[in-house]
């Protein structure tokens, strides 16, 4: 995101962490006024008007769309945790150095057990304080996987299988890529 604006660094880069959110907060500091009650964002003013480090420590983000996953952003790592895989065959856990693997090619999940508890412990704080704060009782990820998961997975392994075939992407033809055993999500019943 590039920002300018009075009185803000020039060619300044931020590394910090900040959710789309926070953009809002910032810009009500950077006027003067005071953000909007009842909002999660979290203006960052200081680092683009002095460089003061204040990101958050982690980010969270949830995808419903394709597949069932939340990640985690911390430090040098980036955590992602698959509930539902949408037929795509990702790993229950995976864990990527995006500053060594941007493309998160190599999931290194298996040689940083401890690193993944950490993470799974920073996704169950903010899961908690969510459902602490927010209006709802029911979190939308388990909103989705209740439902059956993705929408293209609801009942339509056989036809999404087929279309794999037809553009050269099953596993008859990659070879190279074990095929892992399908396994039964406990919460729809259906294929995960």
Not at 84 to 102: I, K
Not at 108 to 113: K, L
Not at 118 to 123: G, T
Not at 172 to 186: H, I, S, V, Y
């Amino acid at each position: 995101m590039i920002i300018r604006y009075p009185g803000l660094m020039q060619n300044h880069v931020d590394h910090g962490l900040h959710y789309h959110l926070d953009l809002g907060p910032n810009l009500a500091e950077l006027m003067g006024r005071e953000p909007m009650p009842g909002r999660d964002g979290q203006g960052y003013a200081p680092a683009l008007q002095s460089g003061q480090a204040c990101g958050r420590e982690s980010l969270i983000i949830s995808q419903c769309a394709h597949v069932c996953q939340r990640s985690v952003r911390f430090g040098q790592w980036l955590y992602i945790r698959s509930y539902h895989d949408g037929y795509h065959l990702f790993d229950t856990e995976m864990l990527y150095n995006p500053e060594e693997d941007g493309h998160e090619q190599h999931n290194v999940a298996a040689s940083h057990p401890a690193v993944c508890r950490e993470a799974v412990s920073l996704l169950n704080e903010w899961h908690d304080q969510m459902m602490r704060t927010m209006p709802y009782d029911t979190d939308p990820l388990w909103t989705v996987m209740k439902e059956g998961g993705p929408y293209h997975a609801k009942g339509q392994l056989k036809e999404y299988v087929q279309r794999l075939e037809e553009t050269g992407r099953s596993f008859k033809e990659q070879d190279t890529f074990p095929r892992p055993a399908l396994r039964r999500c406990p919460l729809s019943g259906g294929i995960a």
